[in-house]
């Protein structure tokens, strides 16, 4: 069965299993668009009418030409595991 995003003034206000987009429009009363491709939909995240753009990590983060989000400073490719620190503006080692 499909998956919904169910839409409200552009955001994902829900996920849904419905029958159909129709049923699942009638049980909502609102937008709903099927989840598929590439860019999950996720709660919080918005629709801007042709694709789905996750929900914002970070204050700092920014929207890439991609619709992906990136930190203002690069993760390091050592092989280590970071973390964004939003405080430090920095990724640190877990």
Request: a negative charge; glycine letters at 8%; proline letters at 6%.
């Amino acid at each position: 069965m499909p998956t919904f995003a169910v839409i409200d003034d552009g955001f994902v206000q829900n996920i849904i299993v419905a029958e159909s987009q129709e049923i699942a429009e009638e049980v909502t009363k609102k937008l709903c668009i099927e989840v598929q491709g590439l860019a999950p939909a996720e709660i919080g995240g918005t629709w801007d009418g042709i694709r789905f753009i996750r929900k914002q990590p970070y204050g700092s983060w920014v929207l890439n030409g991609s619709f992906e989000w990136e930190a203002p400073v690069p993760m390091p490719t050592d092989g280590k595991v970071y973390e964004w620190n939003e405080s430090a503006q920095s990724w640190v080692i877990v």
